[in-house]
């Protein structure tokens, strides 16, 4: 069983946070990274070629983590394998003692440095859930082959409550839940009031008893990180309030300020009732998610 699946079983409110894998063959990279997050995570995701640009494999990382005491998660993305491959890799990965998998859509090839790139989508991130929970439950493969052995693993997926339109945000949470995901970390969330009533909704329709959701959150480091996501980012929603608090603070200060609002942010989540966990995004700024948890007051981790 994995670290992070006993974690929720036992009620606790769990802490995953993000690795991401270099750009090269260095595993001294990931190993530094497993040094920051050790004993201040219950476990790691571990990004599948973010932004669609090419790194070390996911996998790879996950044993290099794993090797290090931390309790990985997959990350595997549609983008890039047909269905033979992405069974192949949930089989491997749970031989190596991957007991997590995080099934996603993938950001689009056309955003990373190899937008020449085709992109696969044999299946869906929905469906993908779906097979992974087959292969798991049934024993089986798609088509009904038996295995010969079945893999062992904690299935999540990604849901982001501020895409529009809104109401069809919970149709594809119910969709994942009902395909199988057993945990759901979310978009980061900035506008909490949305936030709550994508969660009331979850709640009404009893999504919340069947699956454990984590909320992400992303520290800000400046005014113009928090500008760049509300515009630029797709399915982002960076309230006015959050861009004038941080364009308030000093230059010098304003990643501090960003860091008291993730806090914030964390103590609120803590609040809602149905929220599981906190998923941290802390890009390229792993050495203060510890930090972050510490302030939040979640340390010490369960053990």
């Given at each position: ?178 395909a199988g995901a057993d945990f759901i970390q979310t ?117």
């Amino acid at each position: 069983m994995s670290r992070f699946k006993s974690v929720l079983d036992q009620g606790a409110f769990a802490v995953t946070a993000e690795c991401g894998p270099p750009k090269g063959a260095d595993p001294d990279v990931i190993m530094k990274k497993a040094e920051l997050l050790k004993g201040k995570v219950d476990a790691v995701n571990v990004t599948d070629n973010q932004t669609a640009v090419v790194r070390m494999s996911s996998l790879a990382a996950c044993v290099l983590l794993k090797r290090q005491g931390l309790d990985p998660i997959l990350q595997a993305v549609v983008r890039d394998r047909n269905r033979i491959a992405l069974q192949s890799d949930i089989l491997g990965a749970s031989a190596l003692g991957i007991r997590n998998i995080l099934c996603l859509s993938g950001d689009h090839q056309s955003f990373g440095n190899q937008p020449q790139a085709l992109g696969v989508f044999d299946l869906d991130s929905i469906q993908f859930v779906q097979v992974v929970q087959r292969m798991r439950d049934q024993g089986a493969i798609l088509g009904g082959e038996r295995l010969s052995r079945a893999p062992d693993v904690f299935i999540g997926a990604a849901a982001n409550p501020f895409g529009d339109p809104f109401n069809f945000r919970l149709v594809r949470l119910a969709k994942k839940v009902a395909a199988g995901a057993d945990f759901i970390q979310t978009q980061c969330i900035y506008n909490l009031e949305r936030f709550e009533r994508w969660m009331a909704m979850a709640r009404e329709r009893g999504l919340t008893e069947k699956v454990h959701i984590l909320g992400g959150v992303t520290p800000l480091k400046s005014a113009g990180m928090a500008k760049y996501m509300k515009k630029k980012v797709a399915g982002m929603d960076v309230p006015d309030g959050i861009i004038r608090r941080m364009d308030g603070a000093p230059a010098k200060t304003q990643a501090e300020e960003g860091l008291k609002i993730c806090v914030e942010t964390i103590q609120r989540l803590r609040e809602v009732r149905g929220v599981k966990g906190v998923h941290i995004m802390a890009i390229d700024w792993e050495d203060m998610v510890g930090e972050l948890v510490e302030r939040a007051g979640l340390l010490p981790r369960p053990n």
